[in-house]
């Protein structure tokens, strides 16, 4: 007797991923996906986590934040802005000459974060029960 290989899809997801998209959304299954990779790196995880629950901040206080040198840090930074996490501004000081550069999340950045990656570490103990081998 043969056994069904194919998995049925639970509930109302649908049969493809990329049917999830609204049909205007403003980002395709690939973006979503790139955000997701690009926090699953923890430097860029701890980046953006500074942003979210600090605020804008410049690269020299994410540097002292998180102790990074500054190639490091603006490597991360540019990853972190290429897939749409993190935006860069620039503006100038009260009484100061030039541009200066600051970061500060997107919203994508922020949701991406809040109800991904801390979700998932809040909800550790939830989990334990479901996930524990011994149990039938």
């Given at each position: 007797?043969?056994s069904?290989?194919?998995?049925s899809?639970?509930?109302?997801a649908?049969?493809d991923?990329e049917?999830l998209?609204?049909?205007?959304?403003?980002?395709?299954?690939?973006e979503?996906?790139?955000m997701?990779?690009a926090?699953?790196?923890?430097?860029?995880?701890?980046?953006?986590?500074r942003?979210?629950?600090?605020?804008?901040?410049?690269?020299?206080e994410?540097?002292?934040?998180i102790?990074?040198?500054d190639?490091t840090?603006?490597?991360?930074?540019?990853e972190?802005?290429?897939?749409?996490?993190?935006?860069?501004r620039?503006?100038?000081e009260?009484?100061?000459?030039g541009?200066y550069t600051?970061?500060?999340?997107t919203?994508?950045?922020?949701?991406?974060?809040t109800?991904?990656?801390?979700?998932?570490?809040?909800?550790?103990?939830?989990?334990e029960?479901?996930?524990d081998?011994?149990a039938?």
């Amino acid at each position: 007797m043969g056994s069904d290989q194919t998995r049925s899809v639970h509930g109302d997801a649908p049969e493809d991923p990329e049917d999830l998209l609204p049909a205007d959304s403003i980002l395709t299954l690939d973006e979503y996906l790139d955000m997701h990779a690009a926090v699953g790196h923890r430097t860029r995880y701890e980046i953006l986590y500074r942003l979210v629950h600090g605020g804008e901040m410049s690269p020299t206080e994410l540097e002292d934040a998180i102790s990074i040198d500054d190639s490091t840090l603006h490597y991360h930074l540019n990853e972190l802005v290429d897939v749409g996490l993190v935006e860069k501004r620039q503006r100038t000081e009260r009484g100061q000459d030039g541009l200066y550069t600051y970061y500060r999340a997107t919203v994508f950045g922020e949701v991406t974060l809040t109800d991904g990656v801390d979700d998932l570490i809040r909800g550790e103990q939830a989990f334990e029960g479901m996930y524990d081998s011994g149990a039938e």
